[in-house]
């Protein structure tokens, strides 16, 4: 009987552990809604605020611009009727001077024929004959002509209320509010040494003319902002970055015949845990920028075709391993770009056993056999894509073994619009993979990512 309730205790206990256990979790996962809860209360407030914020200070402005500009075509009109009144006031008082001029003349004539009228006769002779010549000599018969009123301007001001009623019209549309940008960041995946940022439109009434894309560090002592993409597509790699770091991306759009950008969208955290693509430093016949990502053959070897590859095998099955072509040297067919099991010294192509590779005339080799179809040949700006996933696994068995390999790999190599899709046997089950590339002639430049 002991027993028997010692075991019924013991499940007693495990069952309170269990449920003591069970709302520990519910407790952390109602925490957890709740930290979810006052995020988005804290970004619908913020924005909101920071909303505010711009409509009054773009208002502000708005308003102080247009008095300014009120005040400046106000002053500007005042201006001209202060020119047309100087202008016309002038020849007036020009006149006006004349005849002021000439009624001092009589008022003086007139004193002077007085005089002589009233003088004895001894003098009188001498008076009366230098009144009437002064009298010829002022010409009393000529008159100045006064202009009539309706040759003489008459200022006026032209003004209507045209200029209030397109205002109005204006105003009444002028700027917008949303409770969501017109586009967001959909998906960010890693590669190596980068981040492949997809975004979407949500607003479908928001004719996009393209799109603009920016990143930064996040933390307390993350970097400004950055242009990383600015174009029509919905989706951009942007590259070197630092792996386990995490980045801040952020996405715009401006719409078709407008000039300014539309609202950021909310920003999304991304990291890559992948370290970048490099190439091999101290490979004869090539030298490598500073990041180890671009790659270009010189003329060091000429009477070689040295075979360059990756400084570690960080190509993995499920990625796309992309070589961009910048610029061009002469074809020749020993030229390769592709992926391989291993490094061998002393190779001049990628042509061999153990290797996927494509030339730069667009022919395919799988384990060193060139492949009945064709991609087209590369030229400047071509990108070069290698995508590989594991078919399955093979029993040992004398046909494979004659085929060369034990494990299949389905390799799909993509160049301009084409796609070339082939099964590589290899000899072991493999997780990564080396990438190389071979040139017989200088003057080949190469980036991977």
Same mark, same amino acid.
């Given at each position: ?11 007693? @206990? ?63 009109? @005042? ?37 002589? @009228? ?65 586009? @967001? ?265």
């Amino acid at each position: 009987h002991r027993g028997r309730m010692s075991v019924e205790v013991d499940l007693l @206990l495990q069952e309170a552990k269990e449920s003591i256990e069970a709302a520990q979790n519910y407790r952390s996962e109602l925490q957890q809604r709740l930290h979810g809860l006052n995020q988005a209360r804290k970004q619908i407030r913020g924005s909101s605020g920071q909303a505010r914020e711009a409509l009054r200070r773009h208002f502000a402005e708005l308003q102080a611009a247009a008095s300014r500009l009120l005040a400046e075509r106000q002053a500007s009109l @005042l201006a001209e009727v202060d020119t047309i009144e100087a202008g016309s006031i002038k020849p007036l008082d020009d006149c006006q001077s004349l005849i002021e001029h000439g009624v001092g003349q009589a008022d003086e004539l007139l004193r002077e024929g007085e005089a002589a @009228l009233r003088c004895g006769l001894g003098e009188k002779e001498e008076k009366l004959g230098s009144f009437t010549k002064k009298a010829v000599h002022i010409q009393l018969d000529s008159l100045p002509e006064v202009p009539a009123l309706v040759d003489v301007p008459c200022v006026s001001a032209q003004l209507d209320d045209s200029l209030l009623s397109l205002l109005r019209e204006r105003v009444s549309r002028h700027g917008s509010v949303s409770s969501h940008p017109p586009v @967001l960041i959909e998906e960010l995946q890693e590669r190596p040494g980068g981040i492949l940022v997809r975004w979407c439109k949500v607003d479908e009434d928001f004719a996009a003319a393209d799109y603009r894309v920016q990143y930064r560090r996040s933390g307390s002592g993350g970097s400004q902002y950055e242009d990383a993409y600015i174009g029509w597509d919905c989706e951009f790699l942007v590259l070197h970055l630092d792996p386990h770091v995490d980045y801040l991306f952020r996405v715009c759009a401006r719409g078709e015949g407008r000039t300014e950008w539309s609202p950021w969208s909310v920003p999304q955290t991304g990291y890559t845990t992948l370290a970048p693509h490099e190439w091999r430093p101290g490979t004869e016949g090539f030298i490598l920028s500073s990041r180890k990502n671009i790659a270009l053959r010189n003329d060091s070897c000429q009477n070689r075709c040295p075979v360059l590859y990756s400084n570690a095998p960080t190509y993995f099955c499920g990625q796309t391993l992309t070589f961009r072509i910048t610029a061009l040297g002469l074809m020749d067919r020993r030229d390769s770009l592709g992926v391989c099991i291993n490094t061998l010294q002393g190779e001049e192509s990628l042509q061999r056993d153990q290797a996927v590779c494509i030339s730069t005339n667009g022919a395919v080799f799988v384990n060193g056999k060139e492949m009945t179809n064709q991609l087209p040949a590369i030229t400047v700006g071509s990108s070069v894509t290698f995508d590989m996933e594991v078919v399955n696994l093979f029993p040992i068995s004398n046909n494979n073994l004659s085929e060369g390999g034990n494990f299949k790999l389905r390799v799909t190599i993509g160049s301009g619009n084409r796609e070339v899709v082939s099964d590589w046997l290899v000899d072991q089950a493999v997780d990564c993979l080396y990438f190389g590339c071979s040139f017989a002639h200088s003057g080949w430049k190469v980036l991977v990512f």
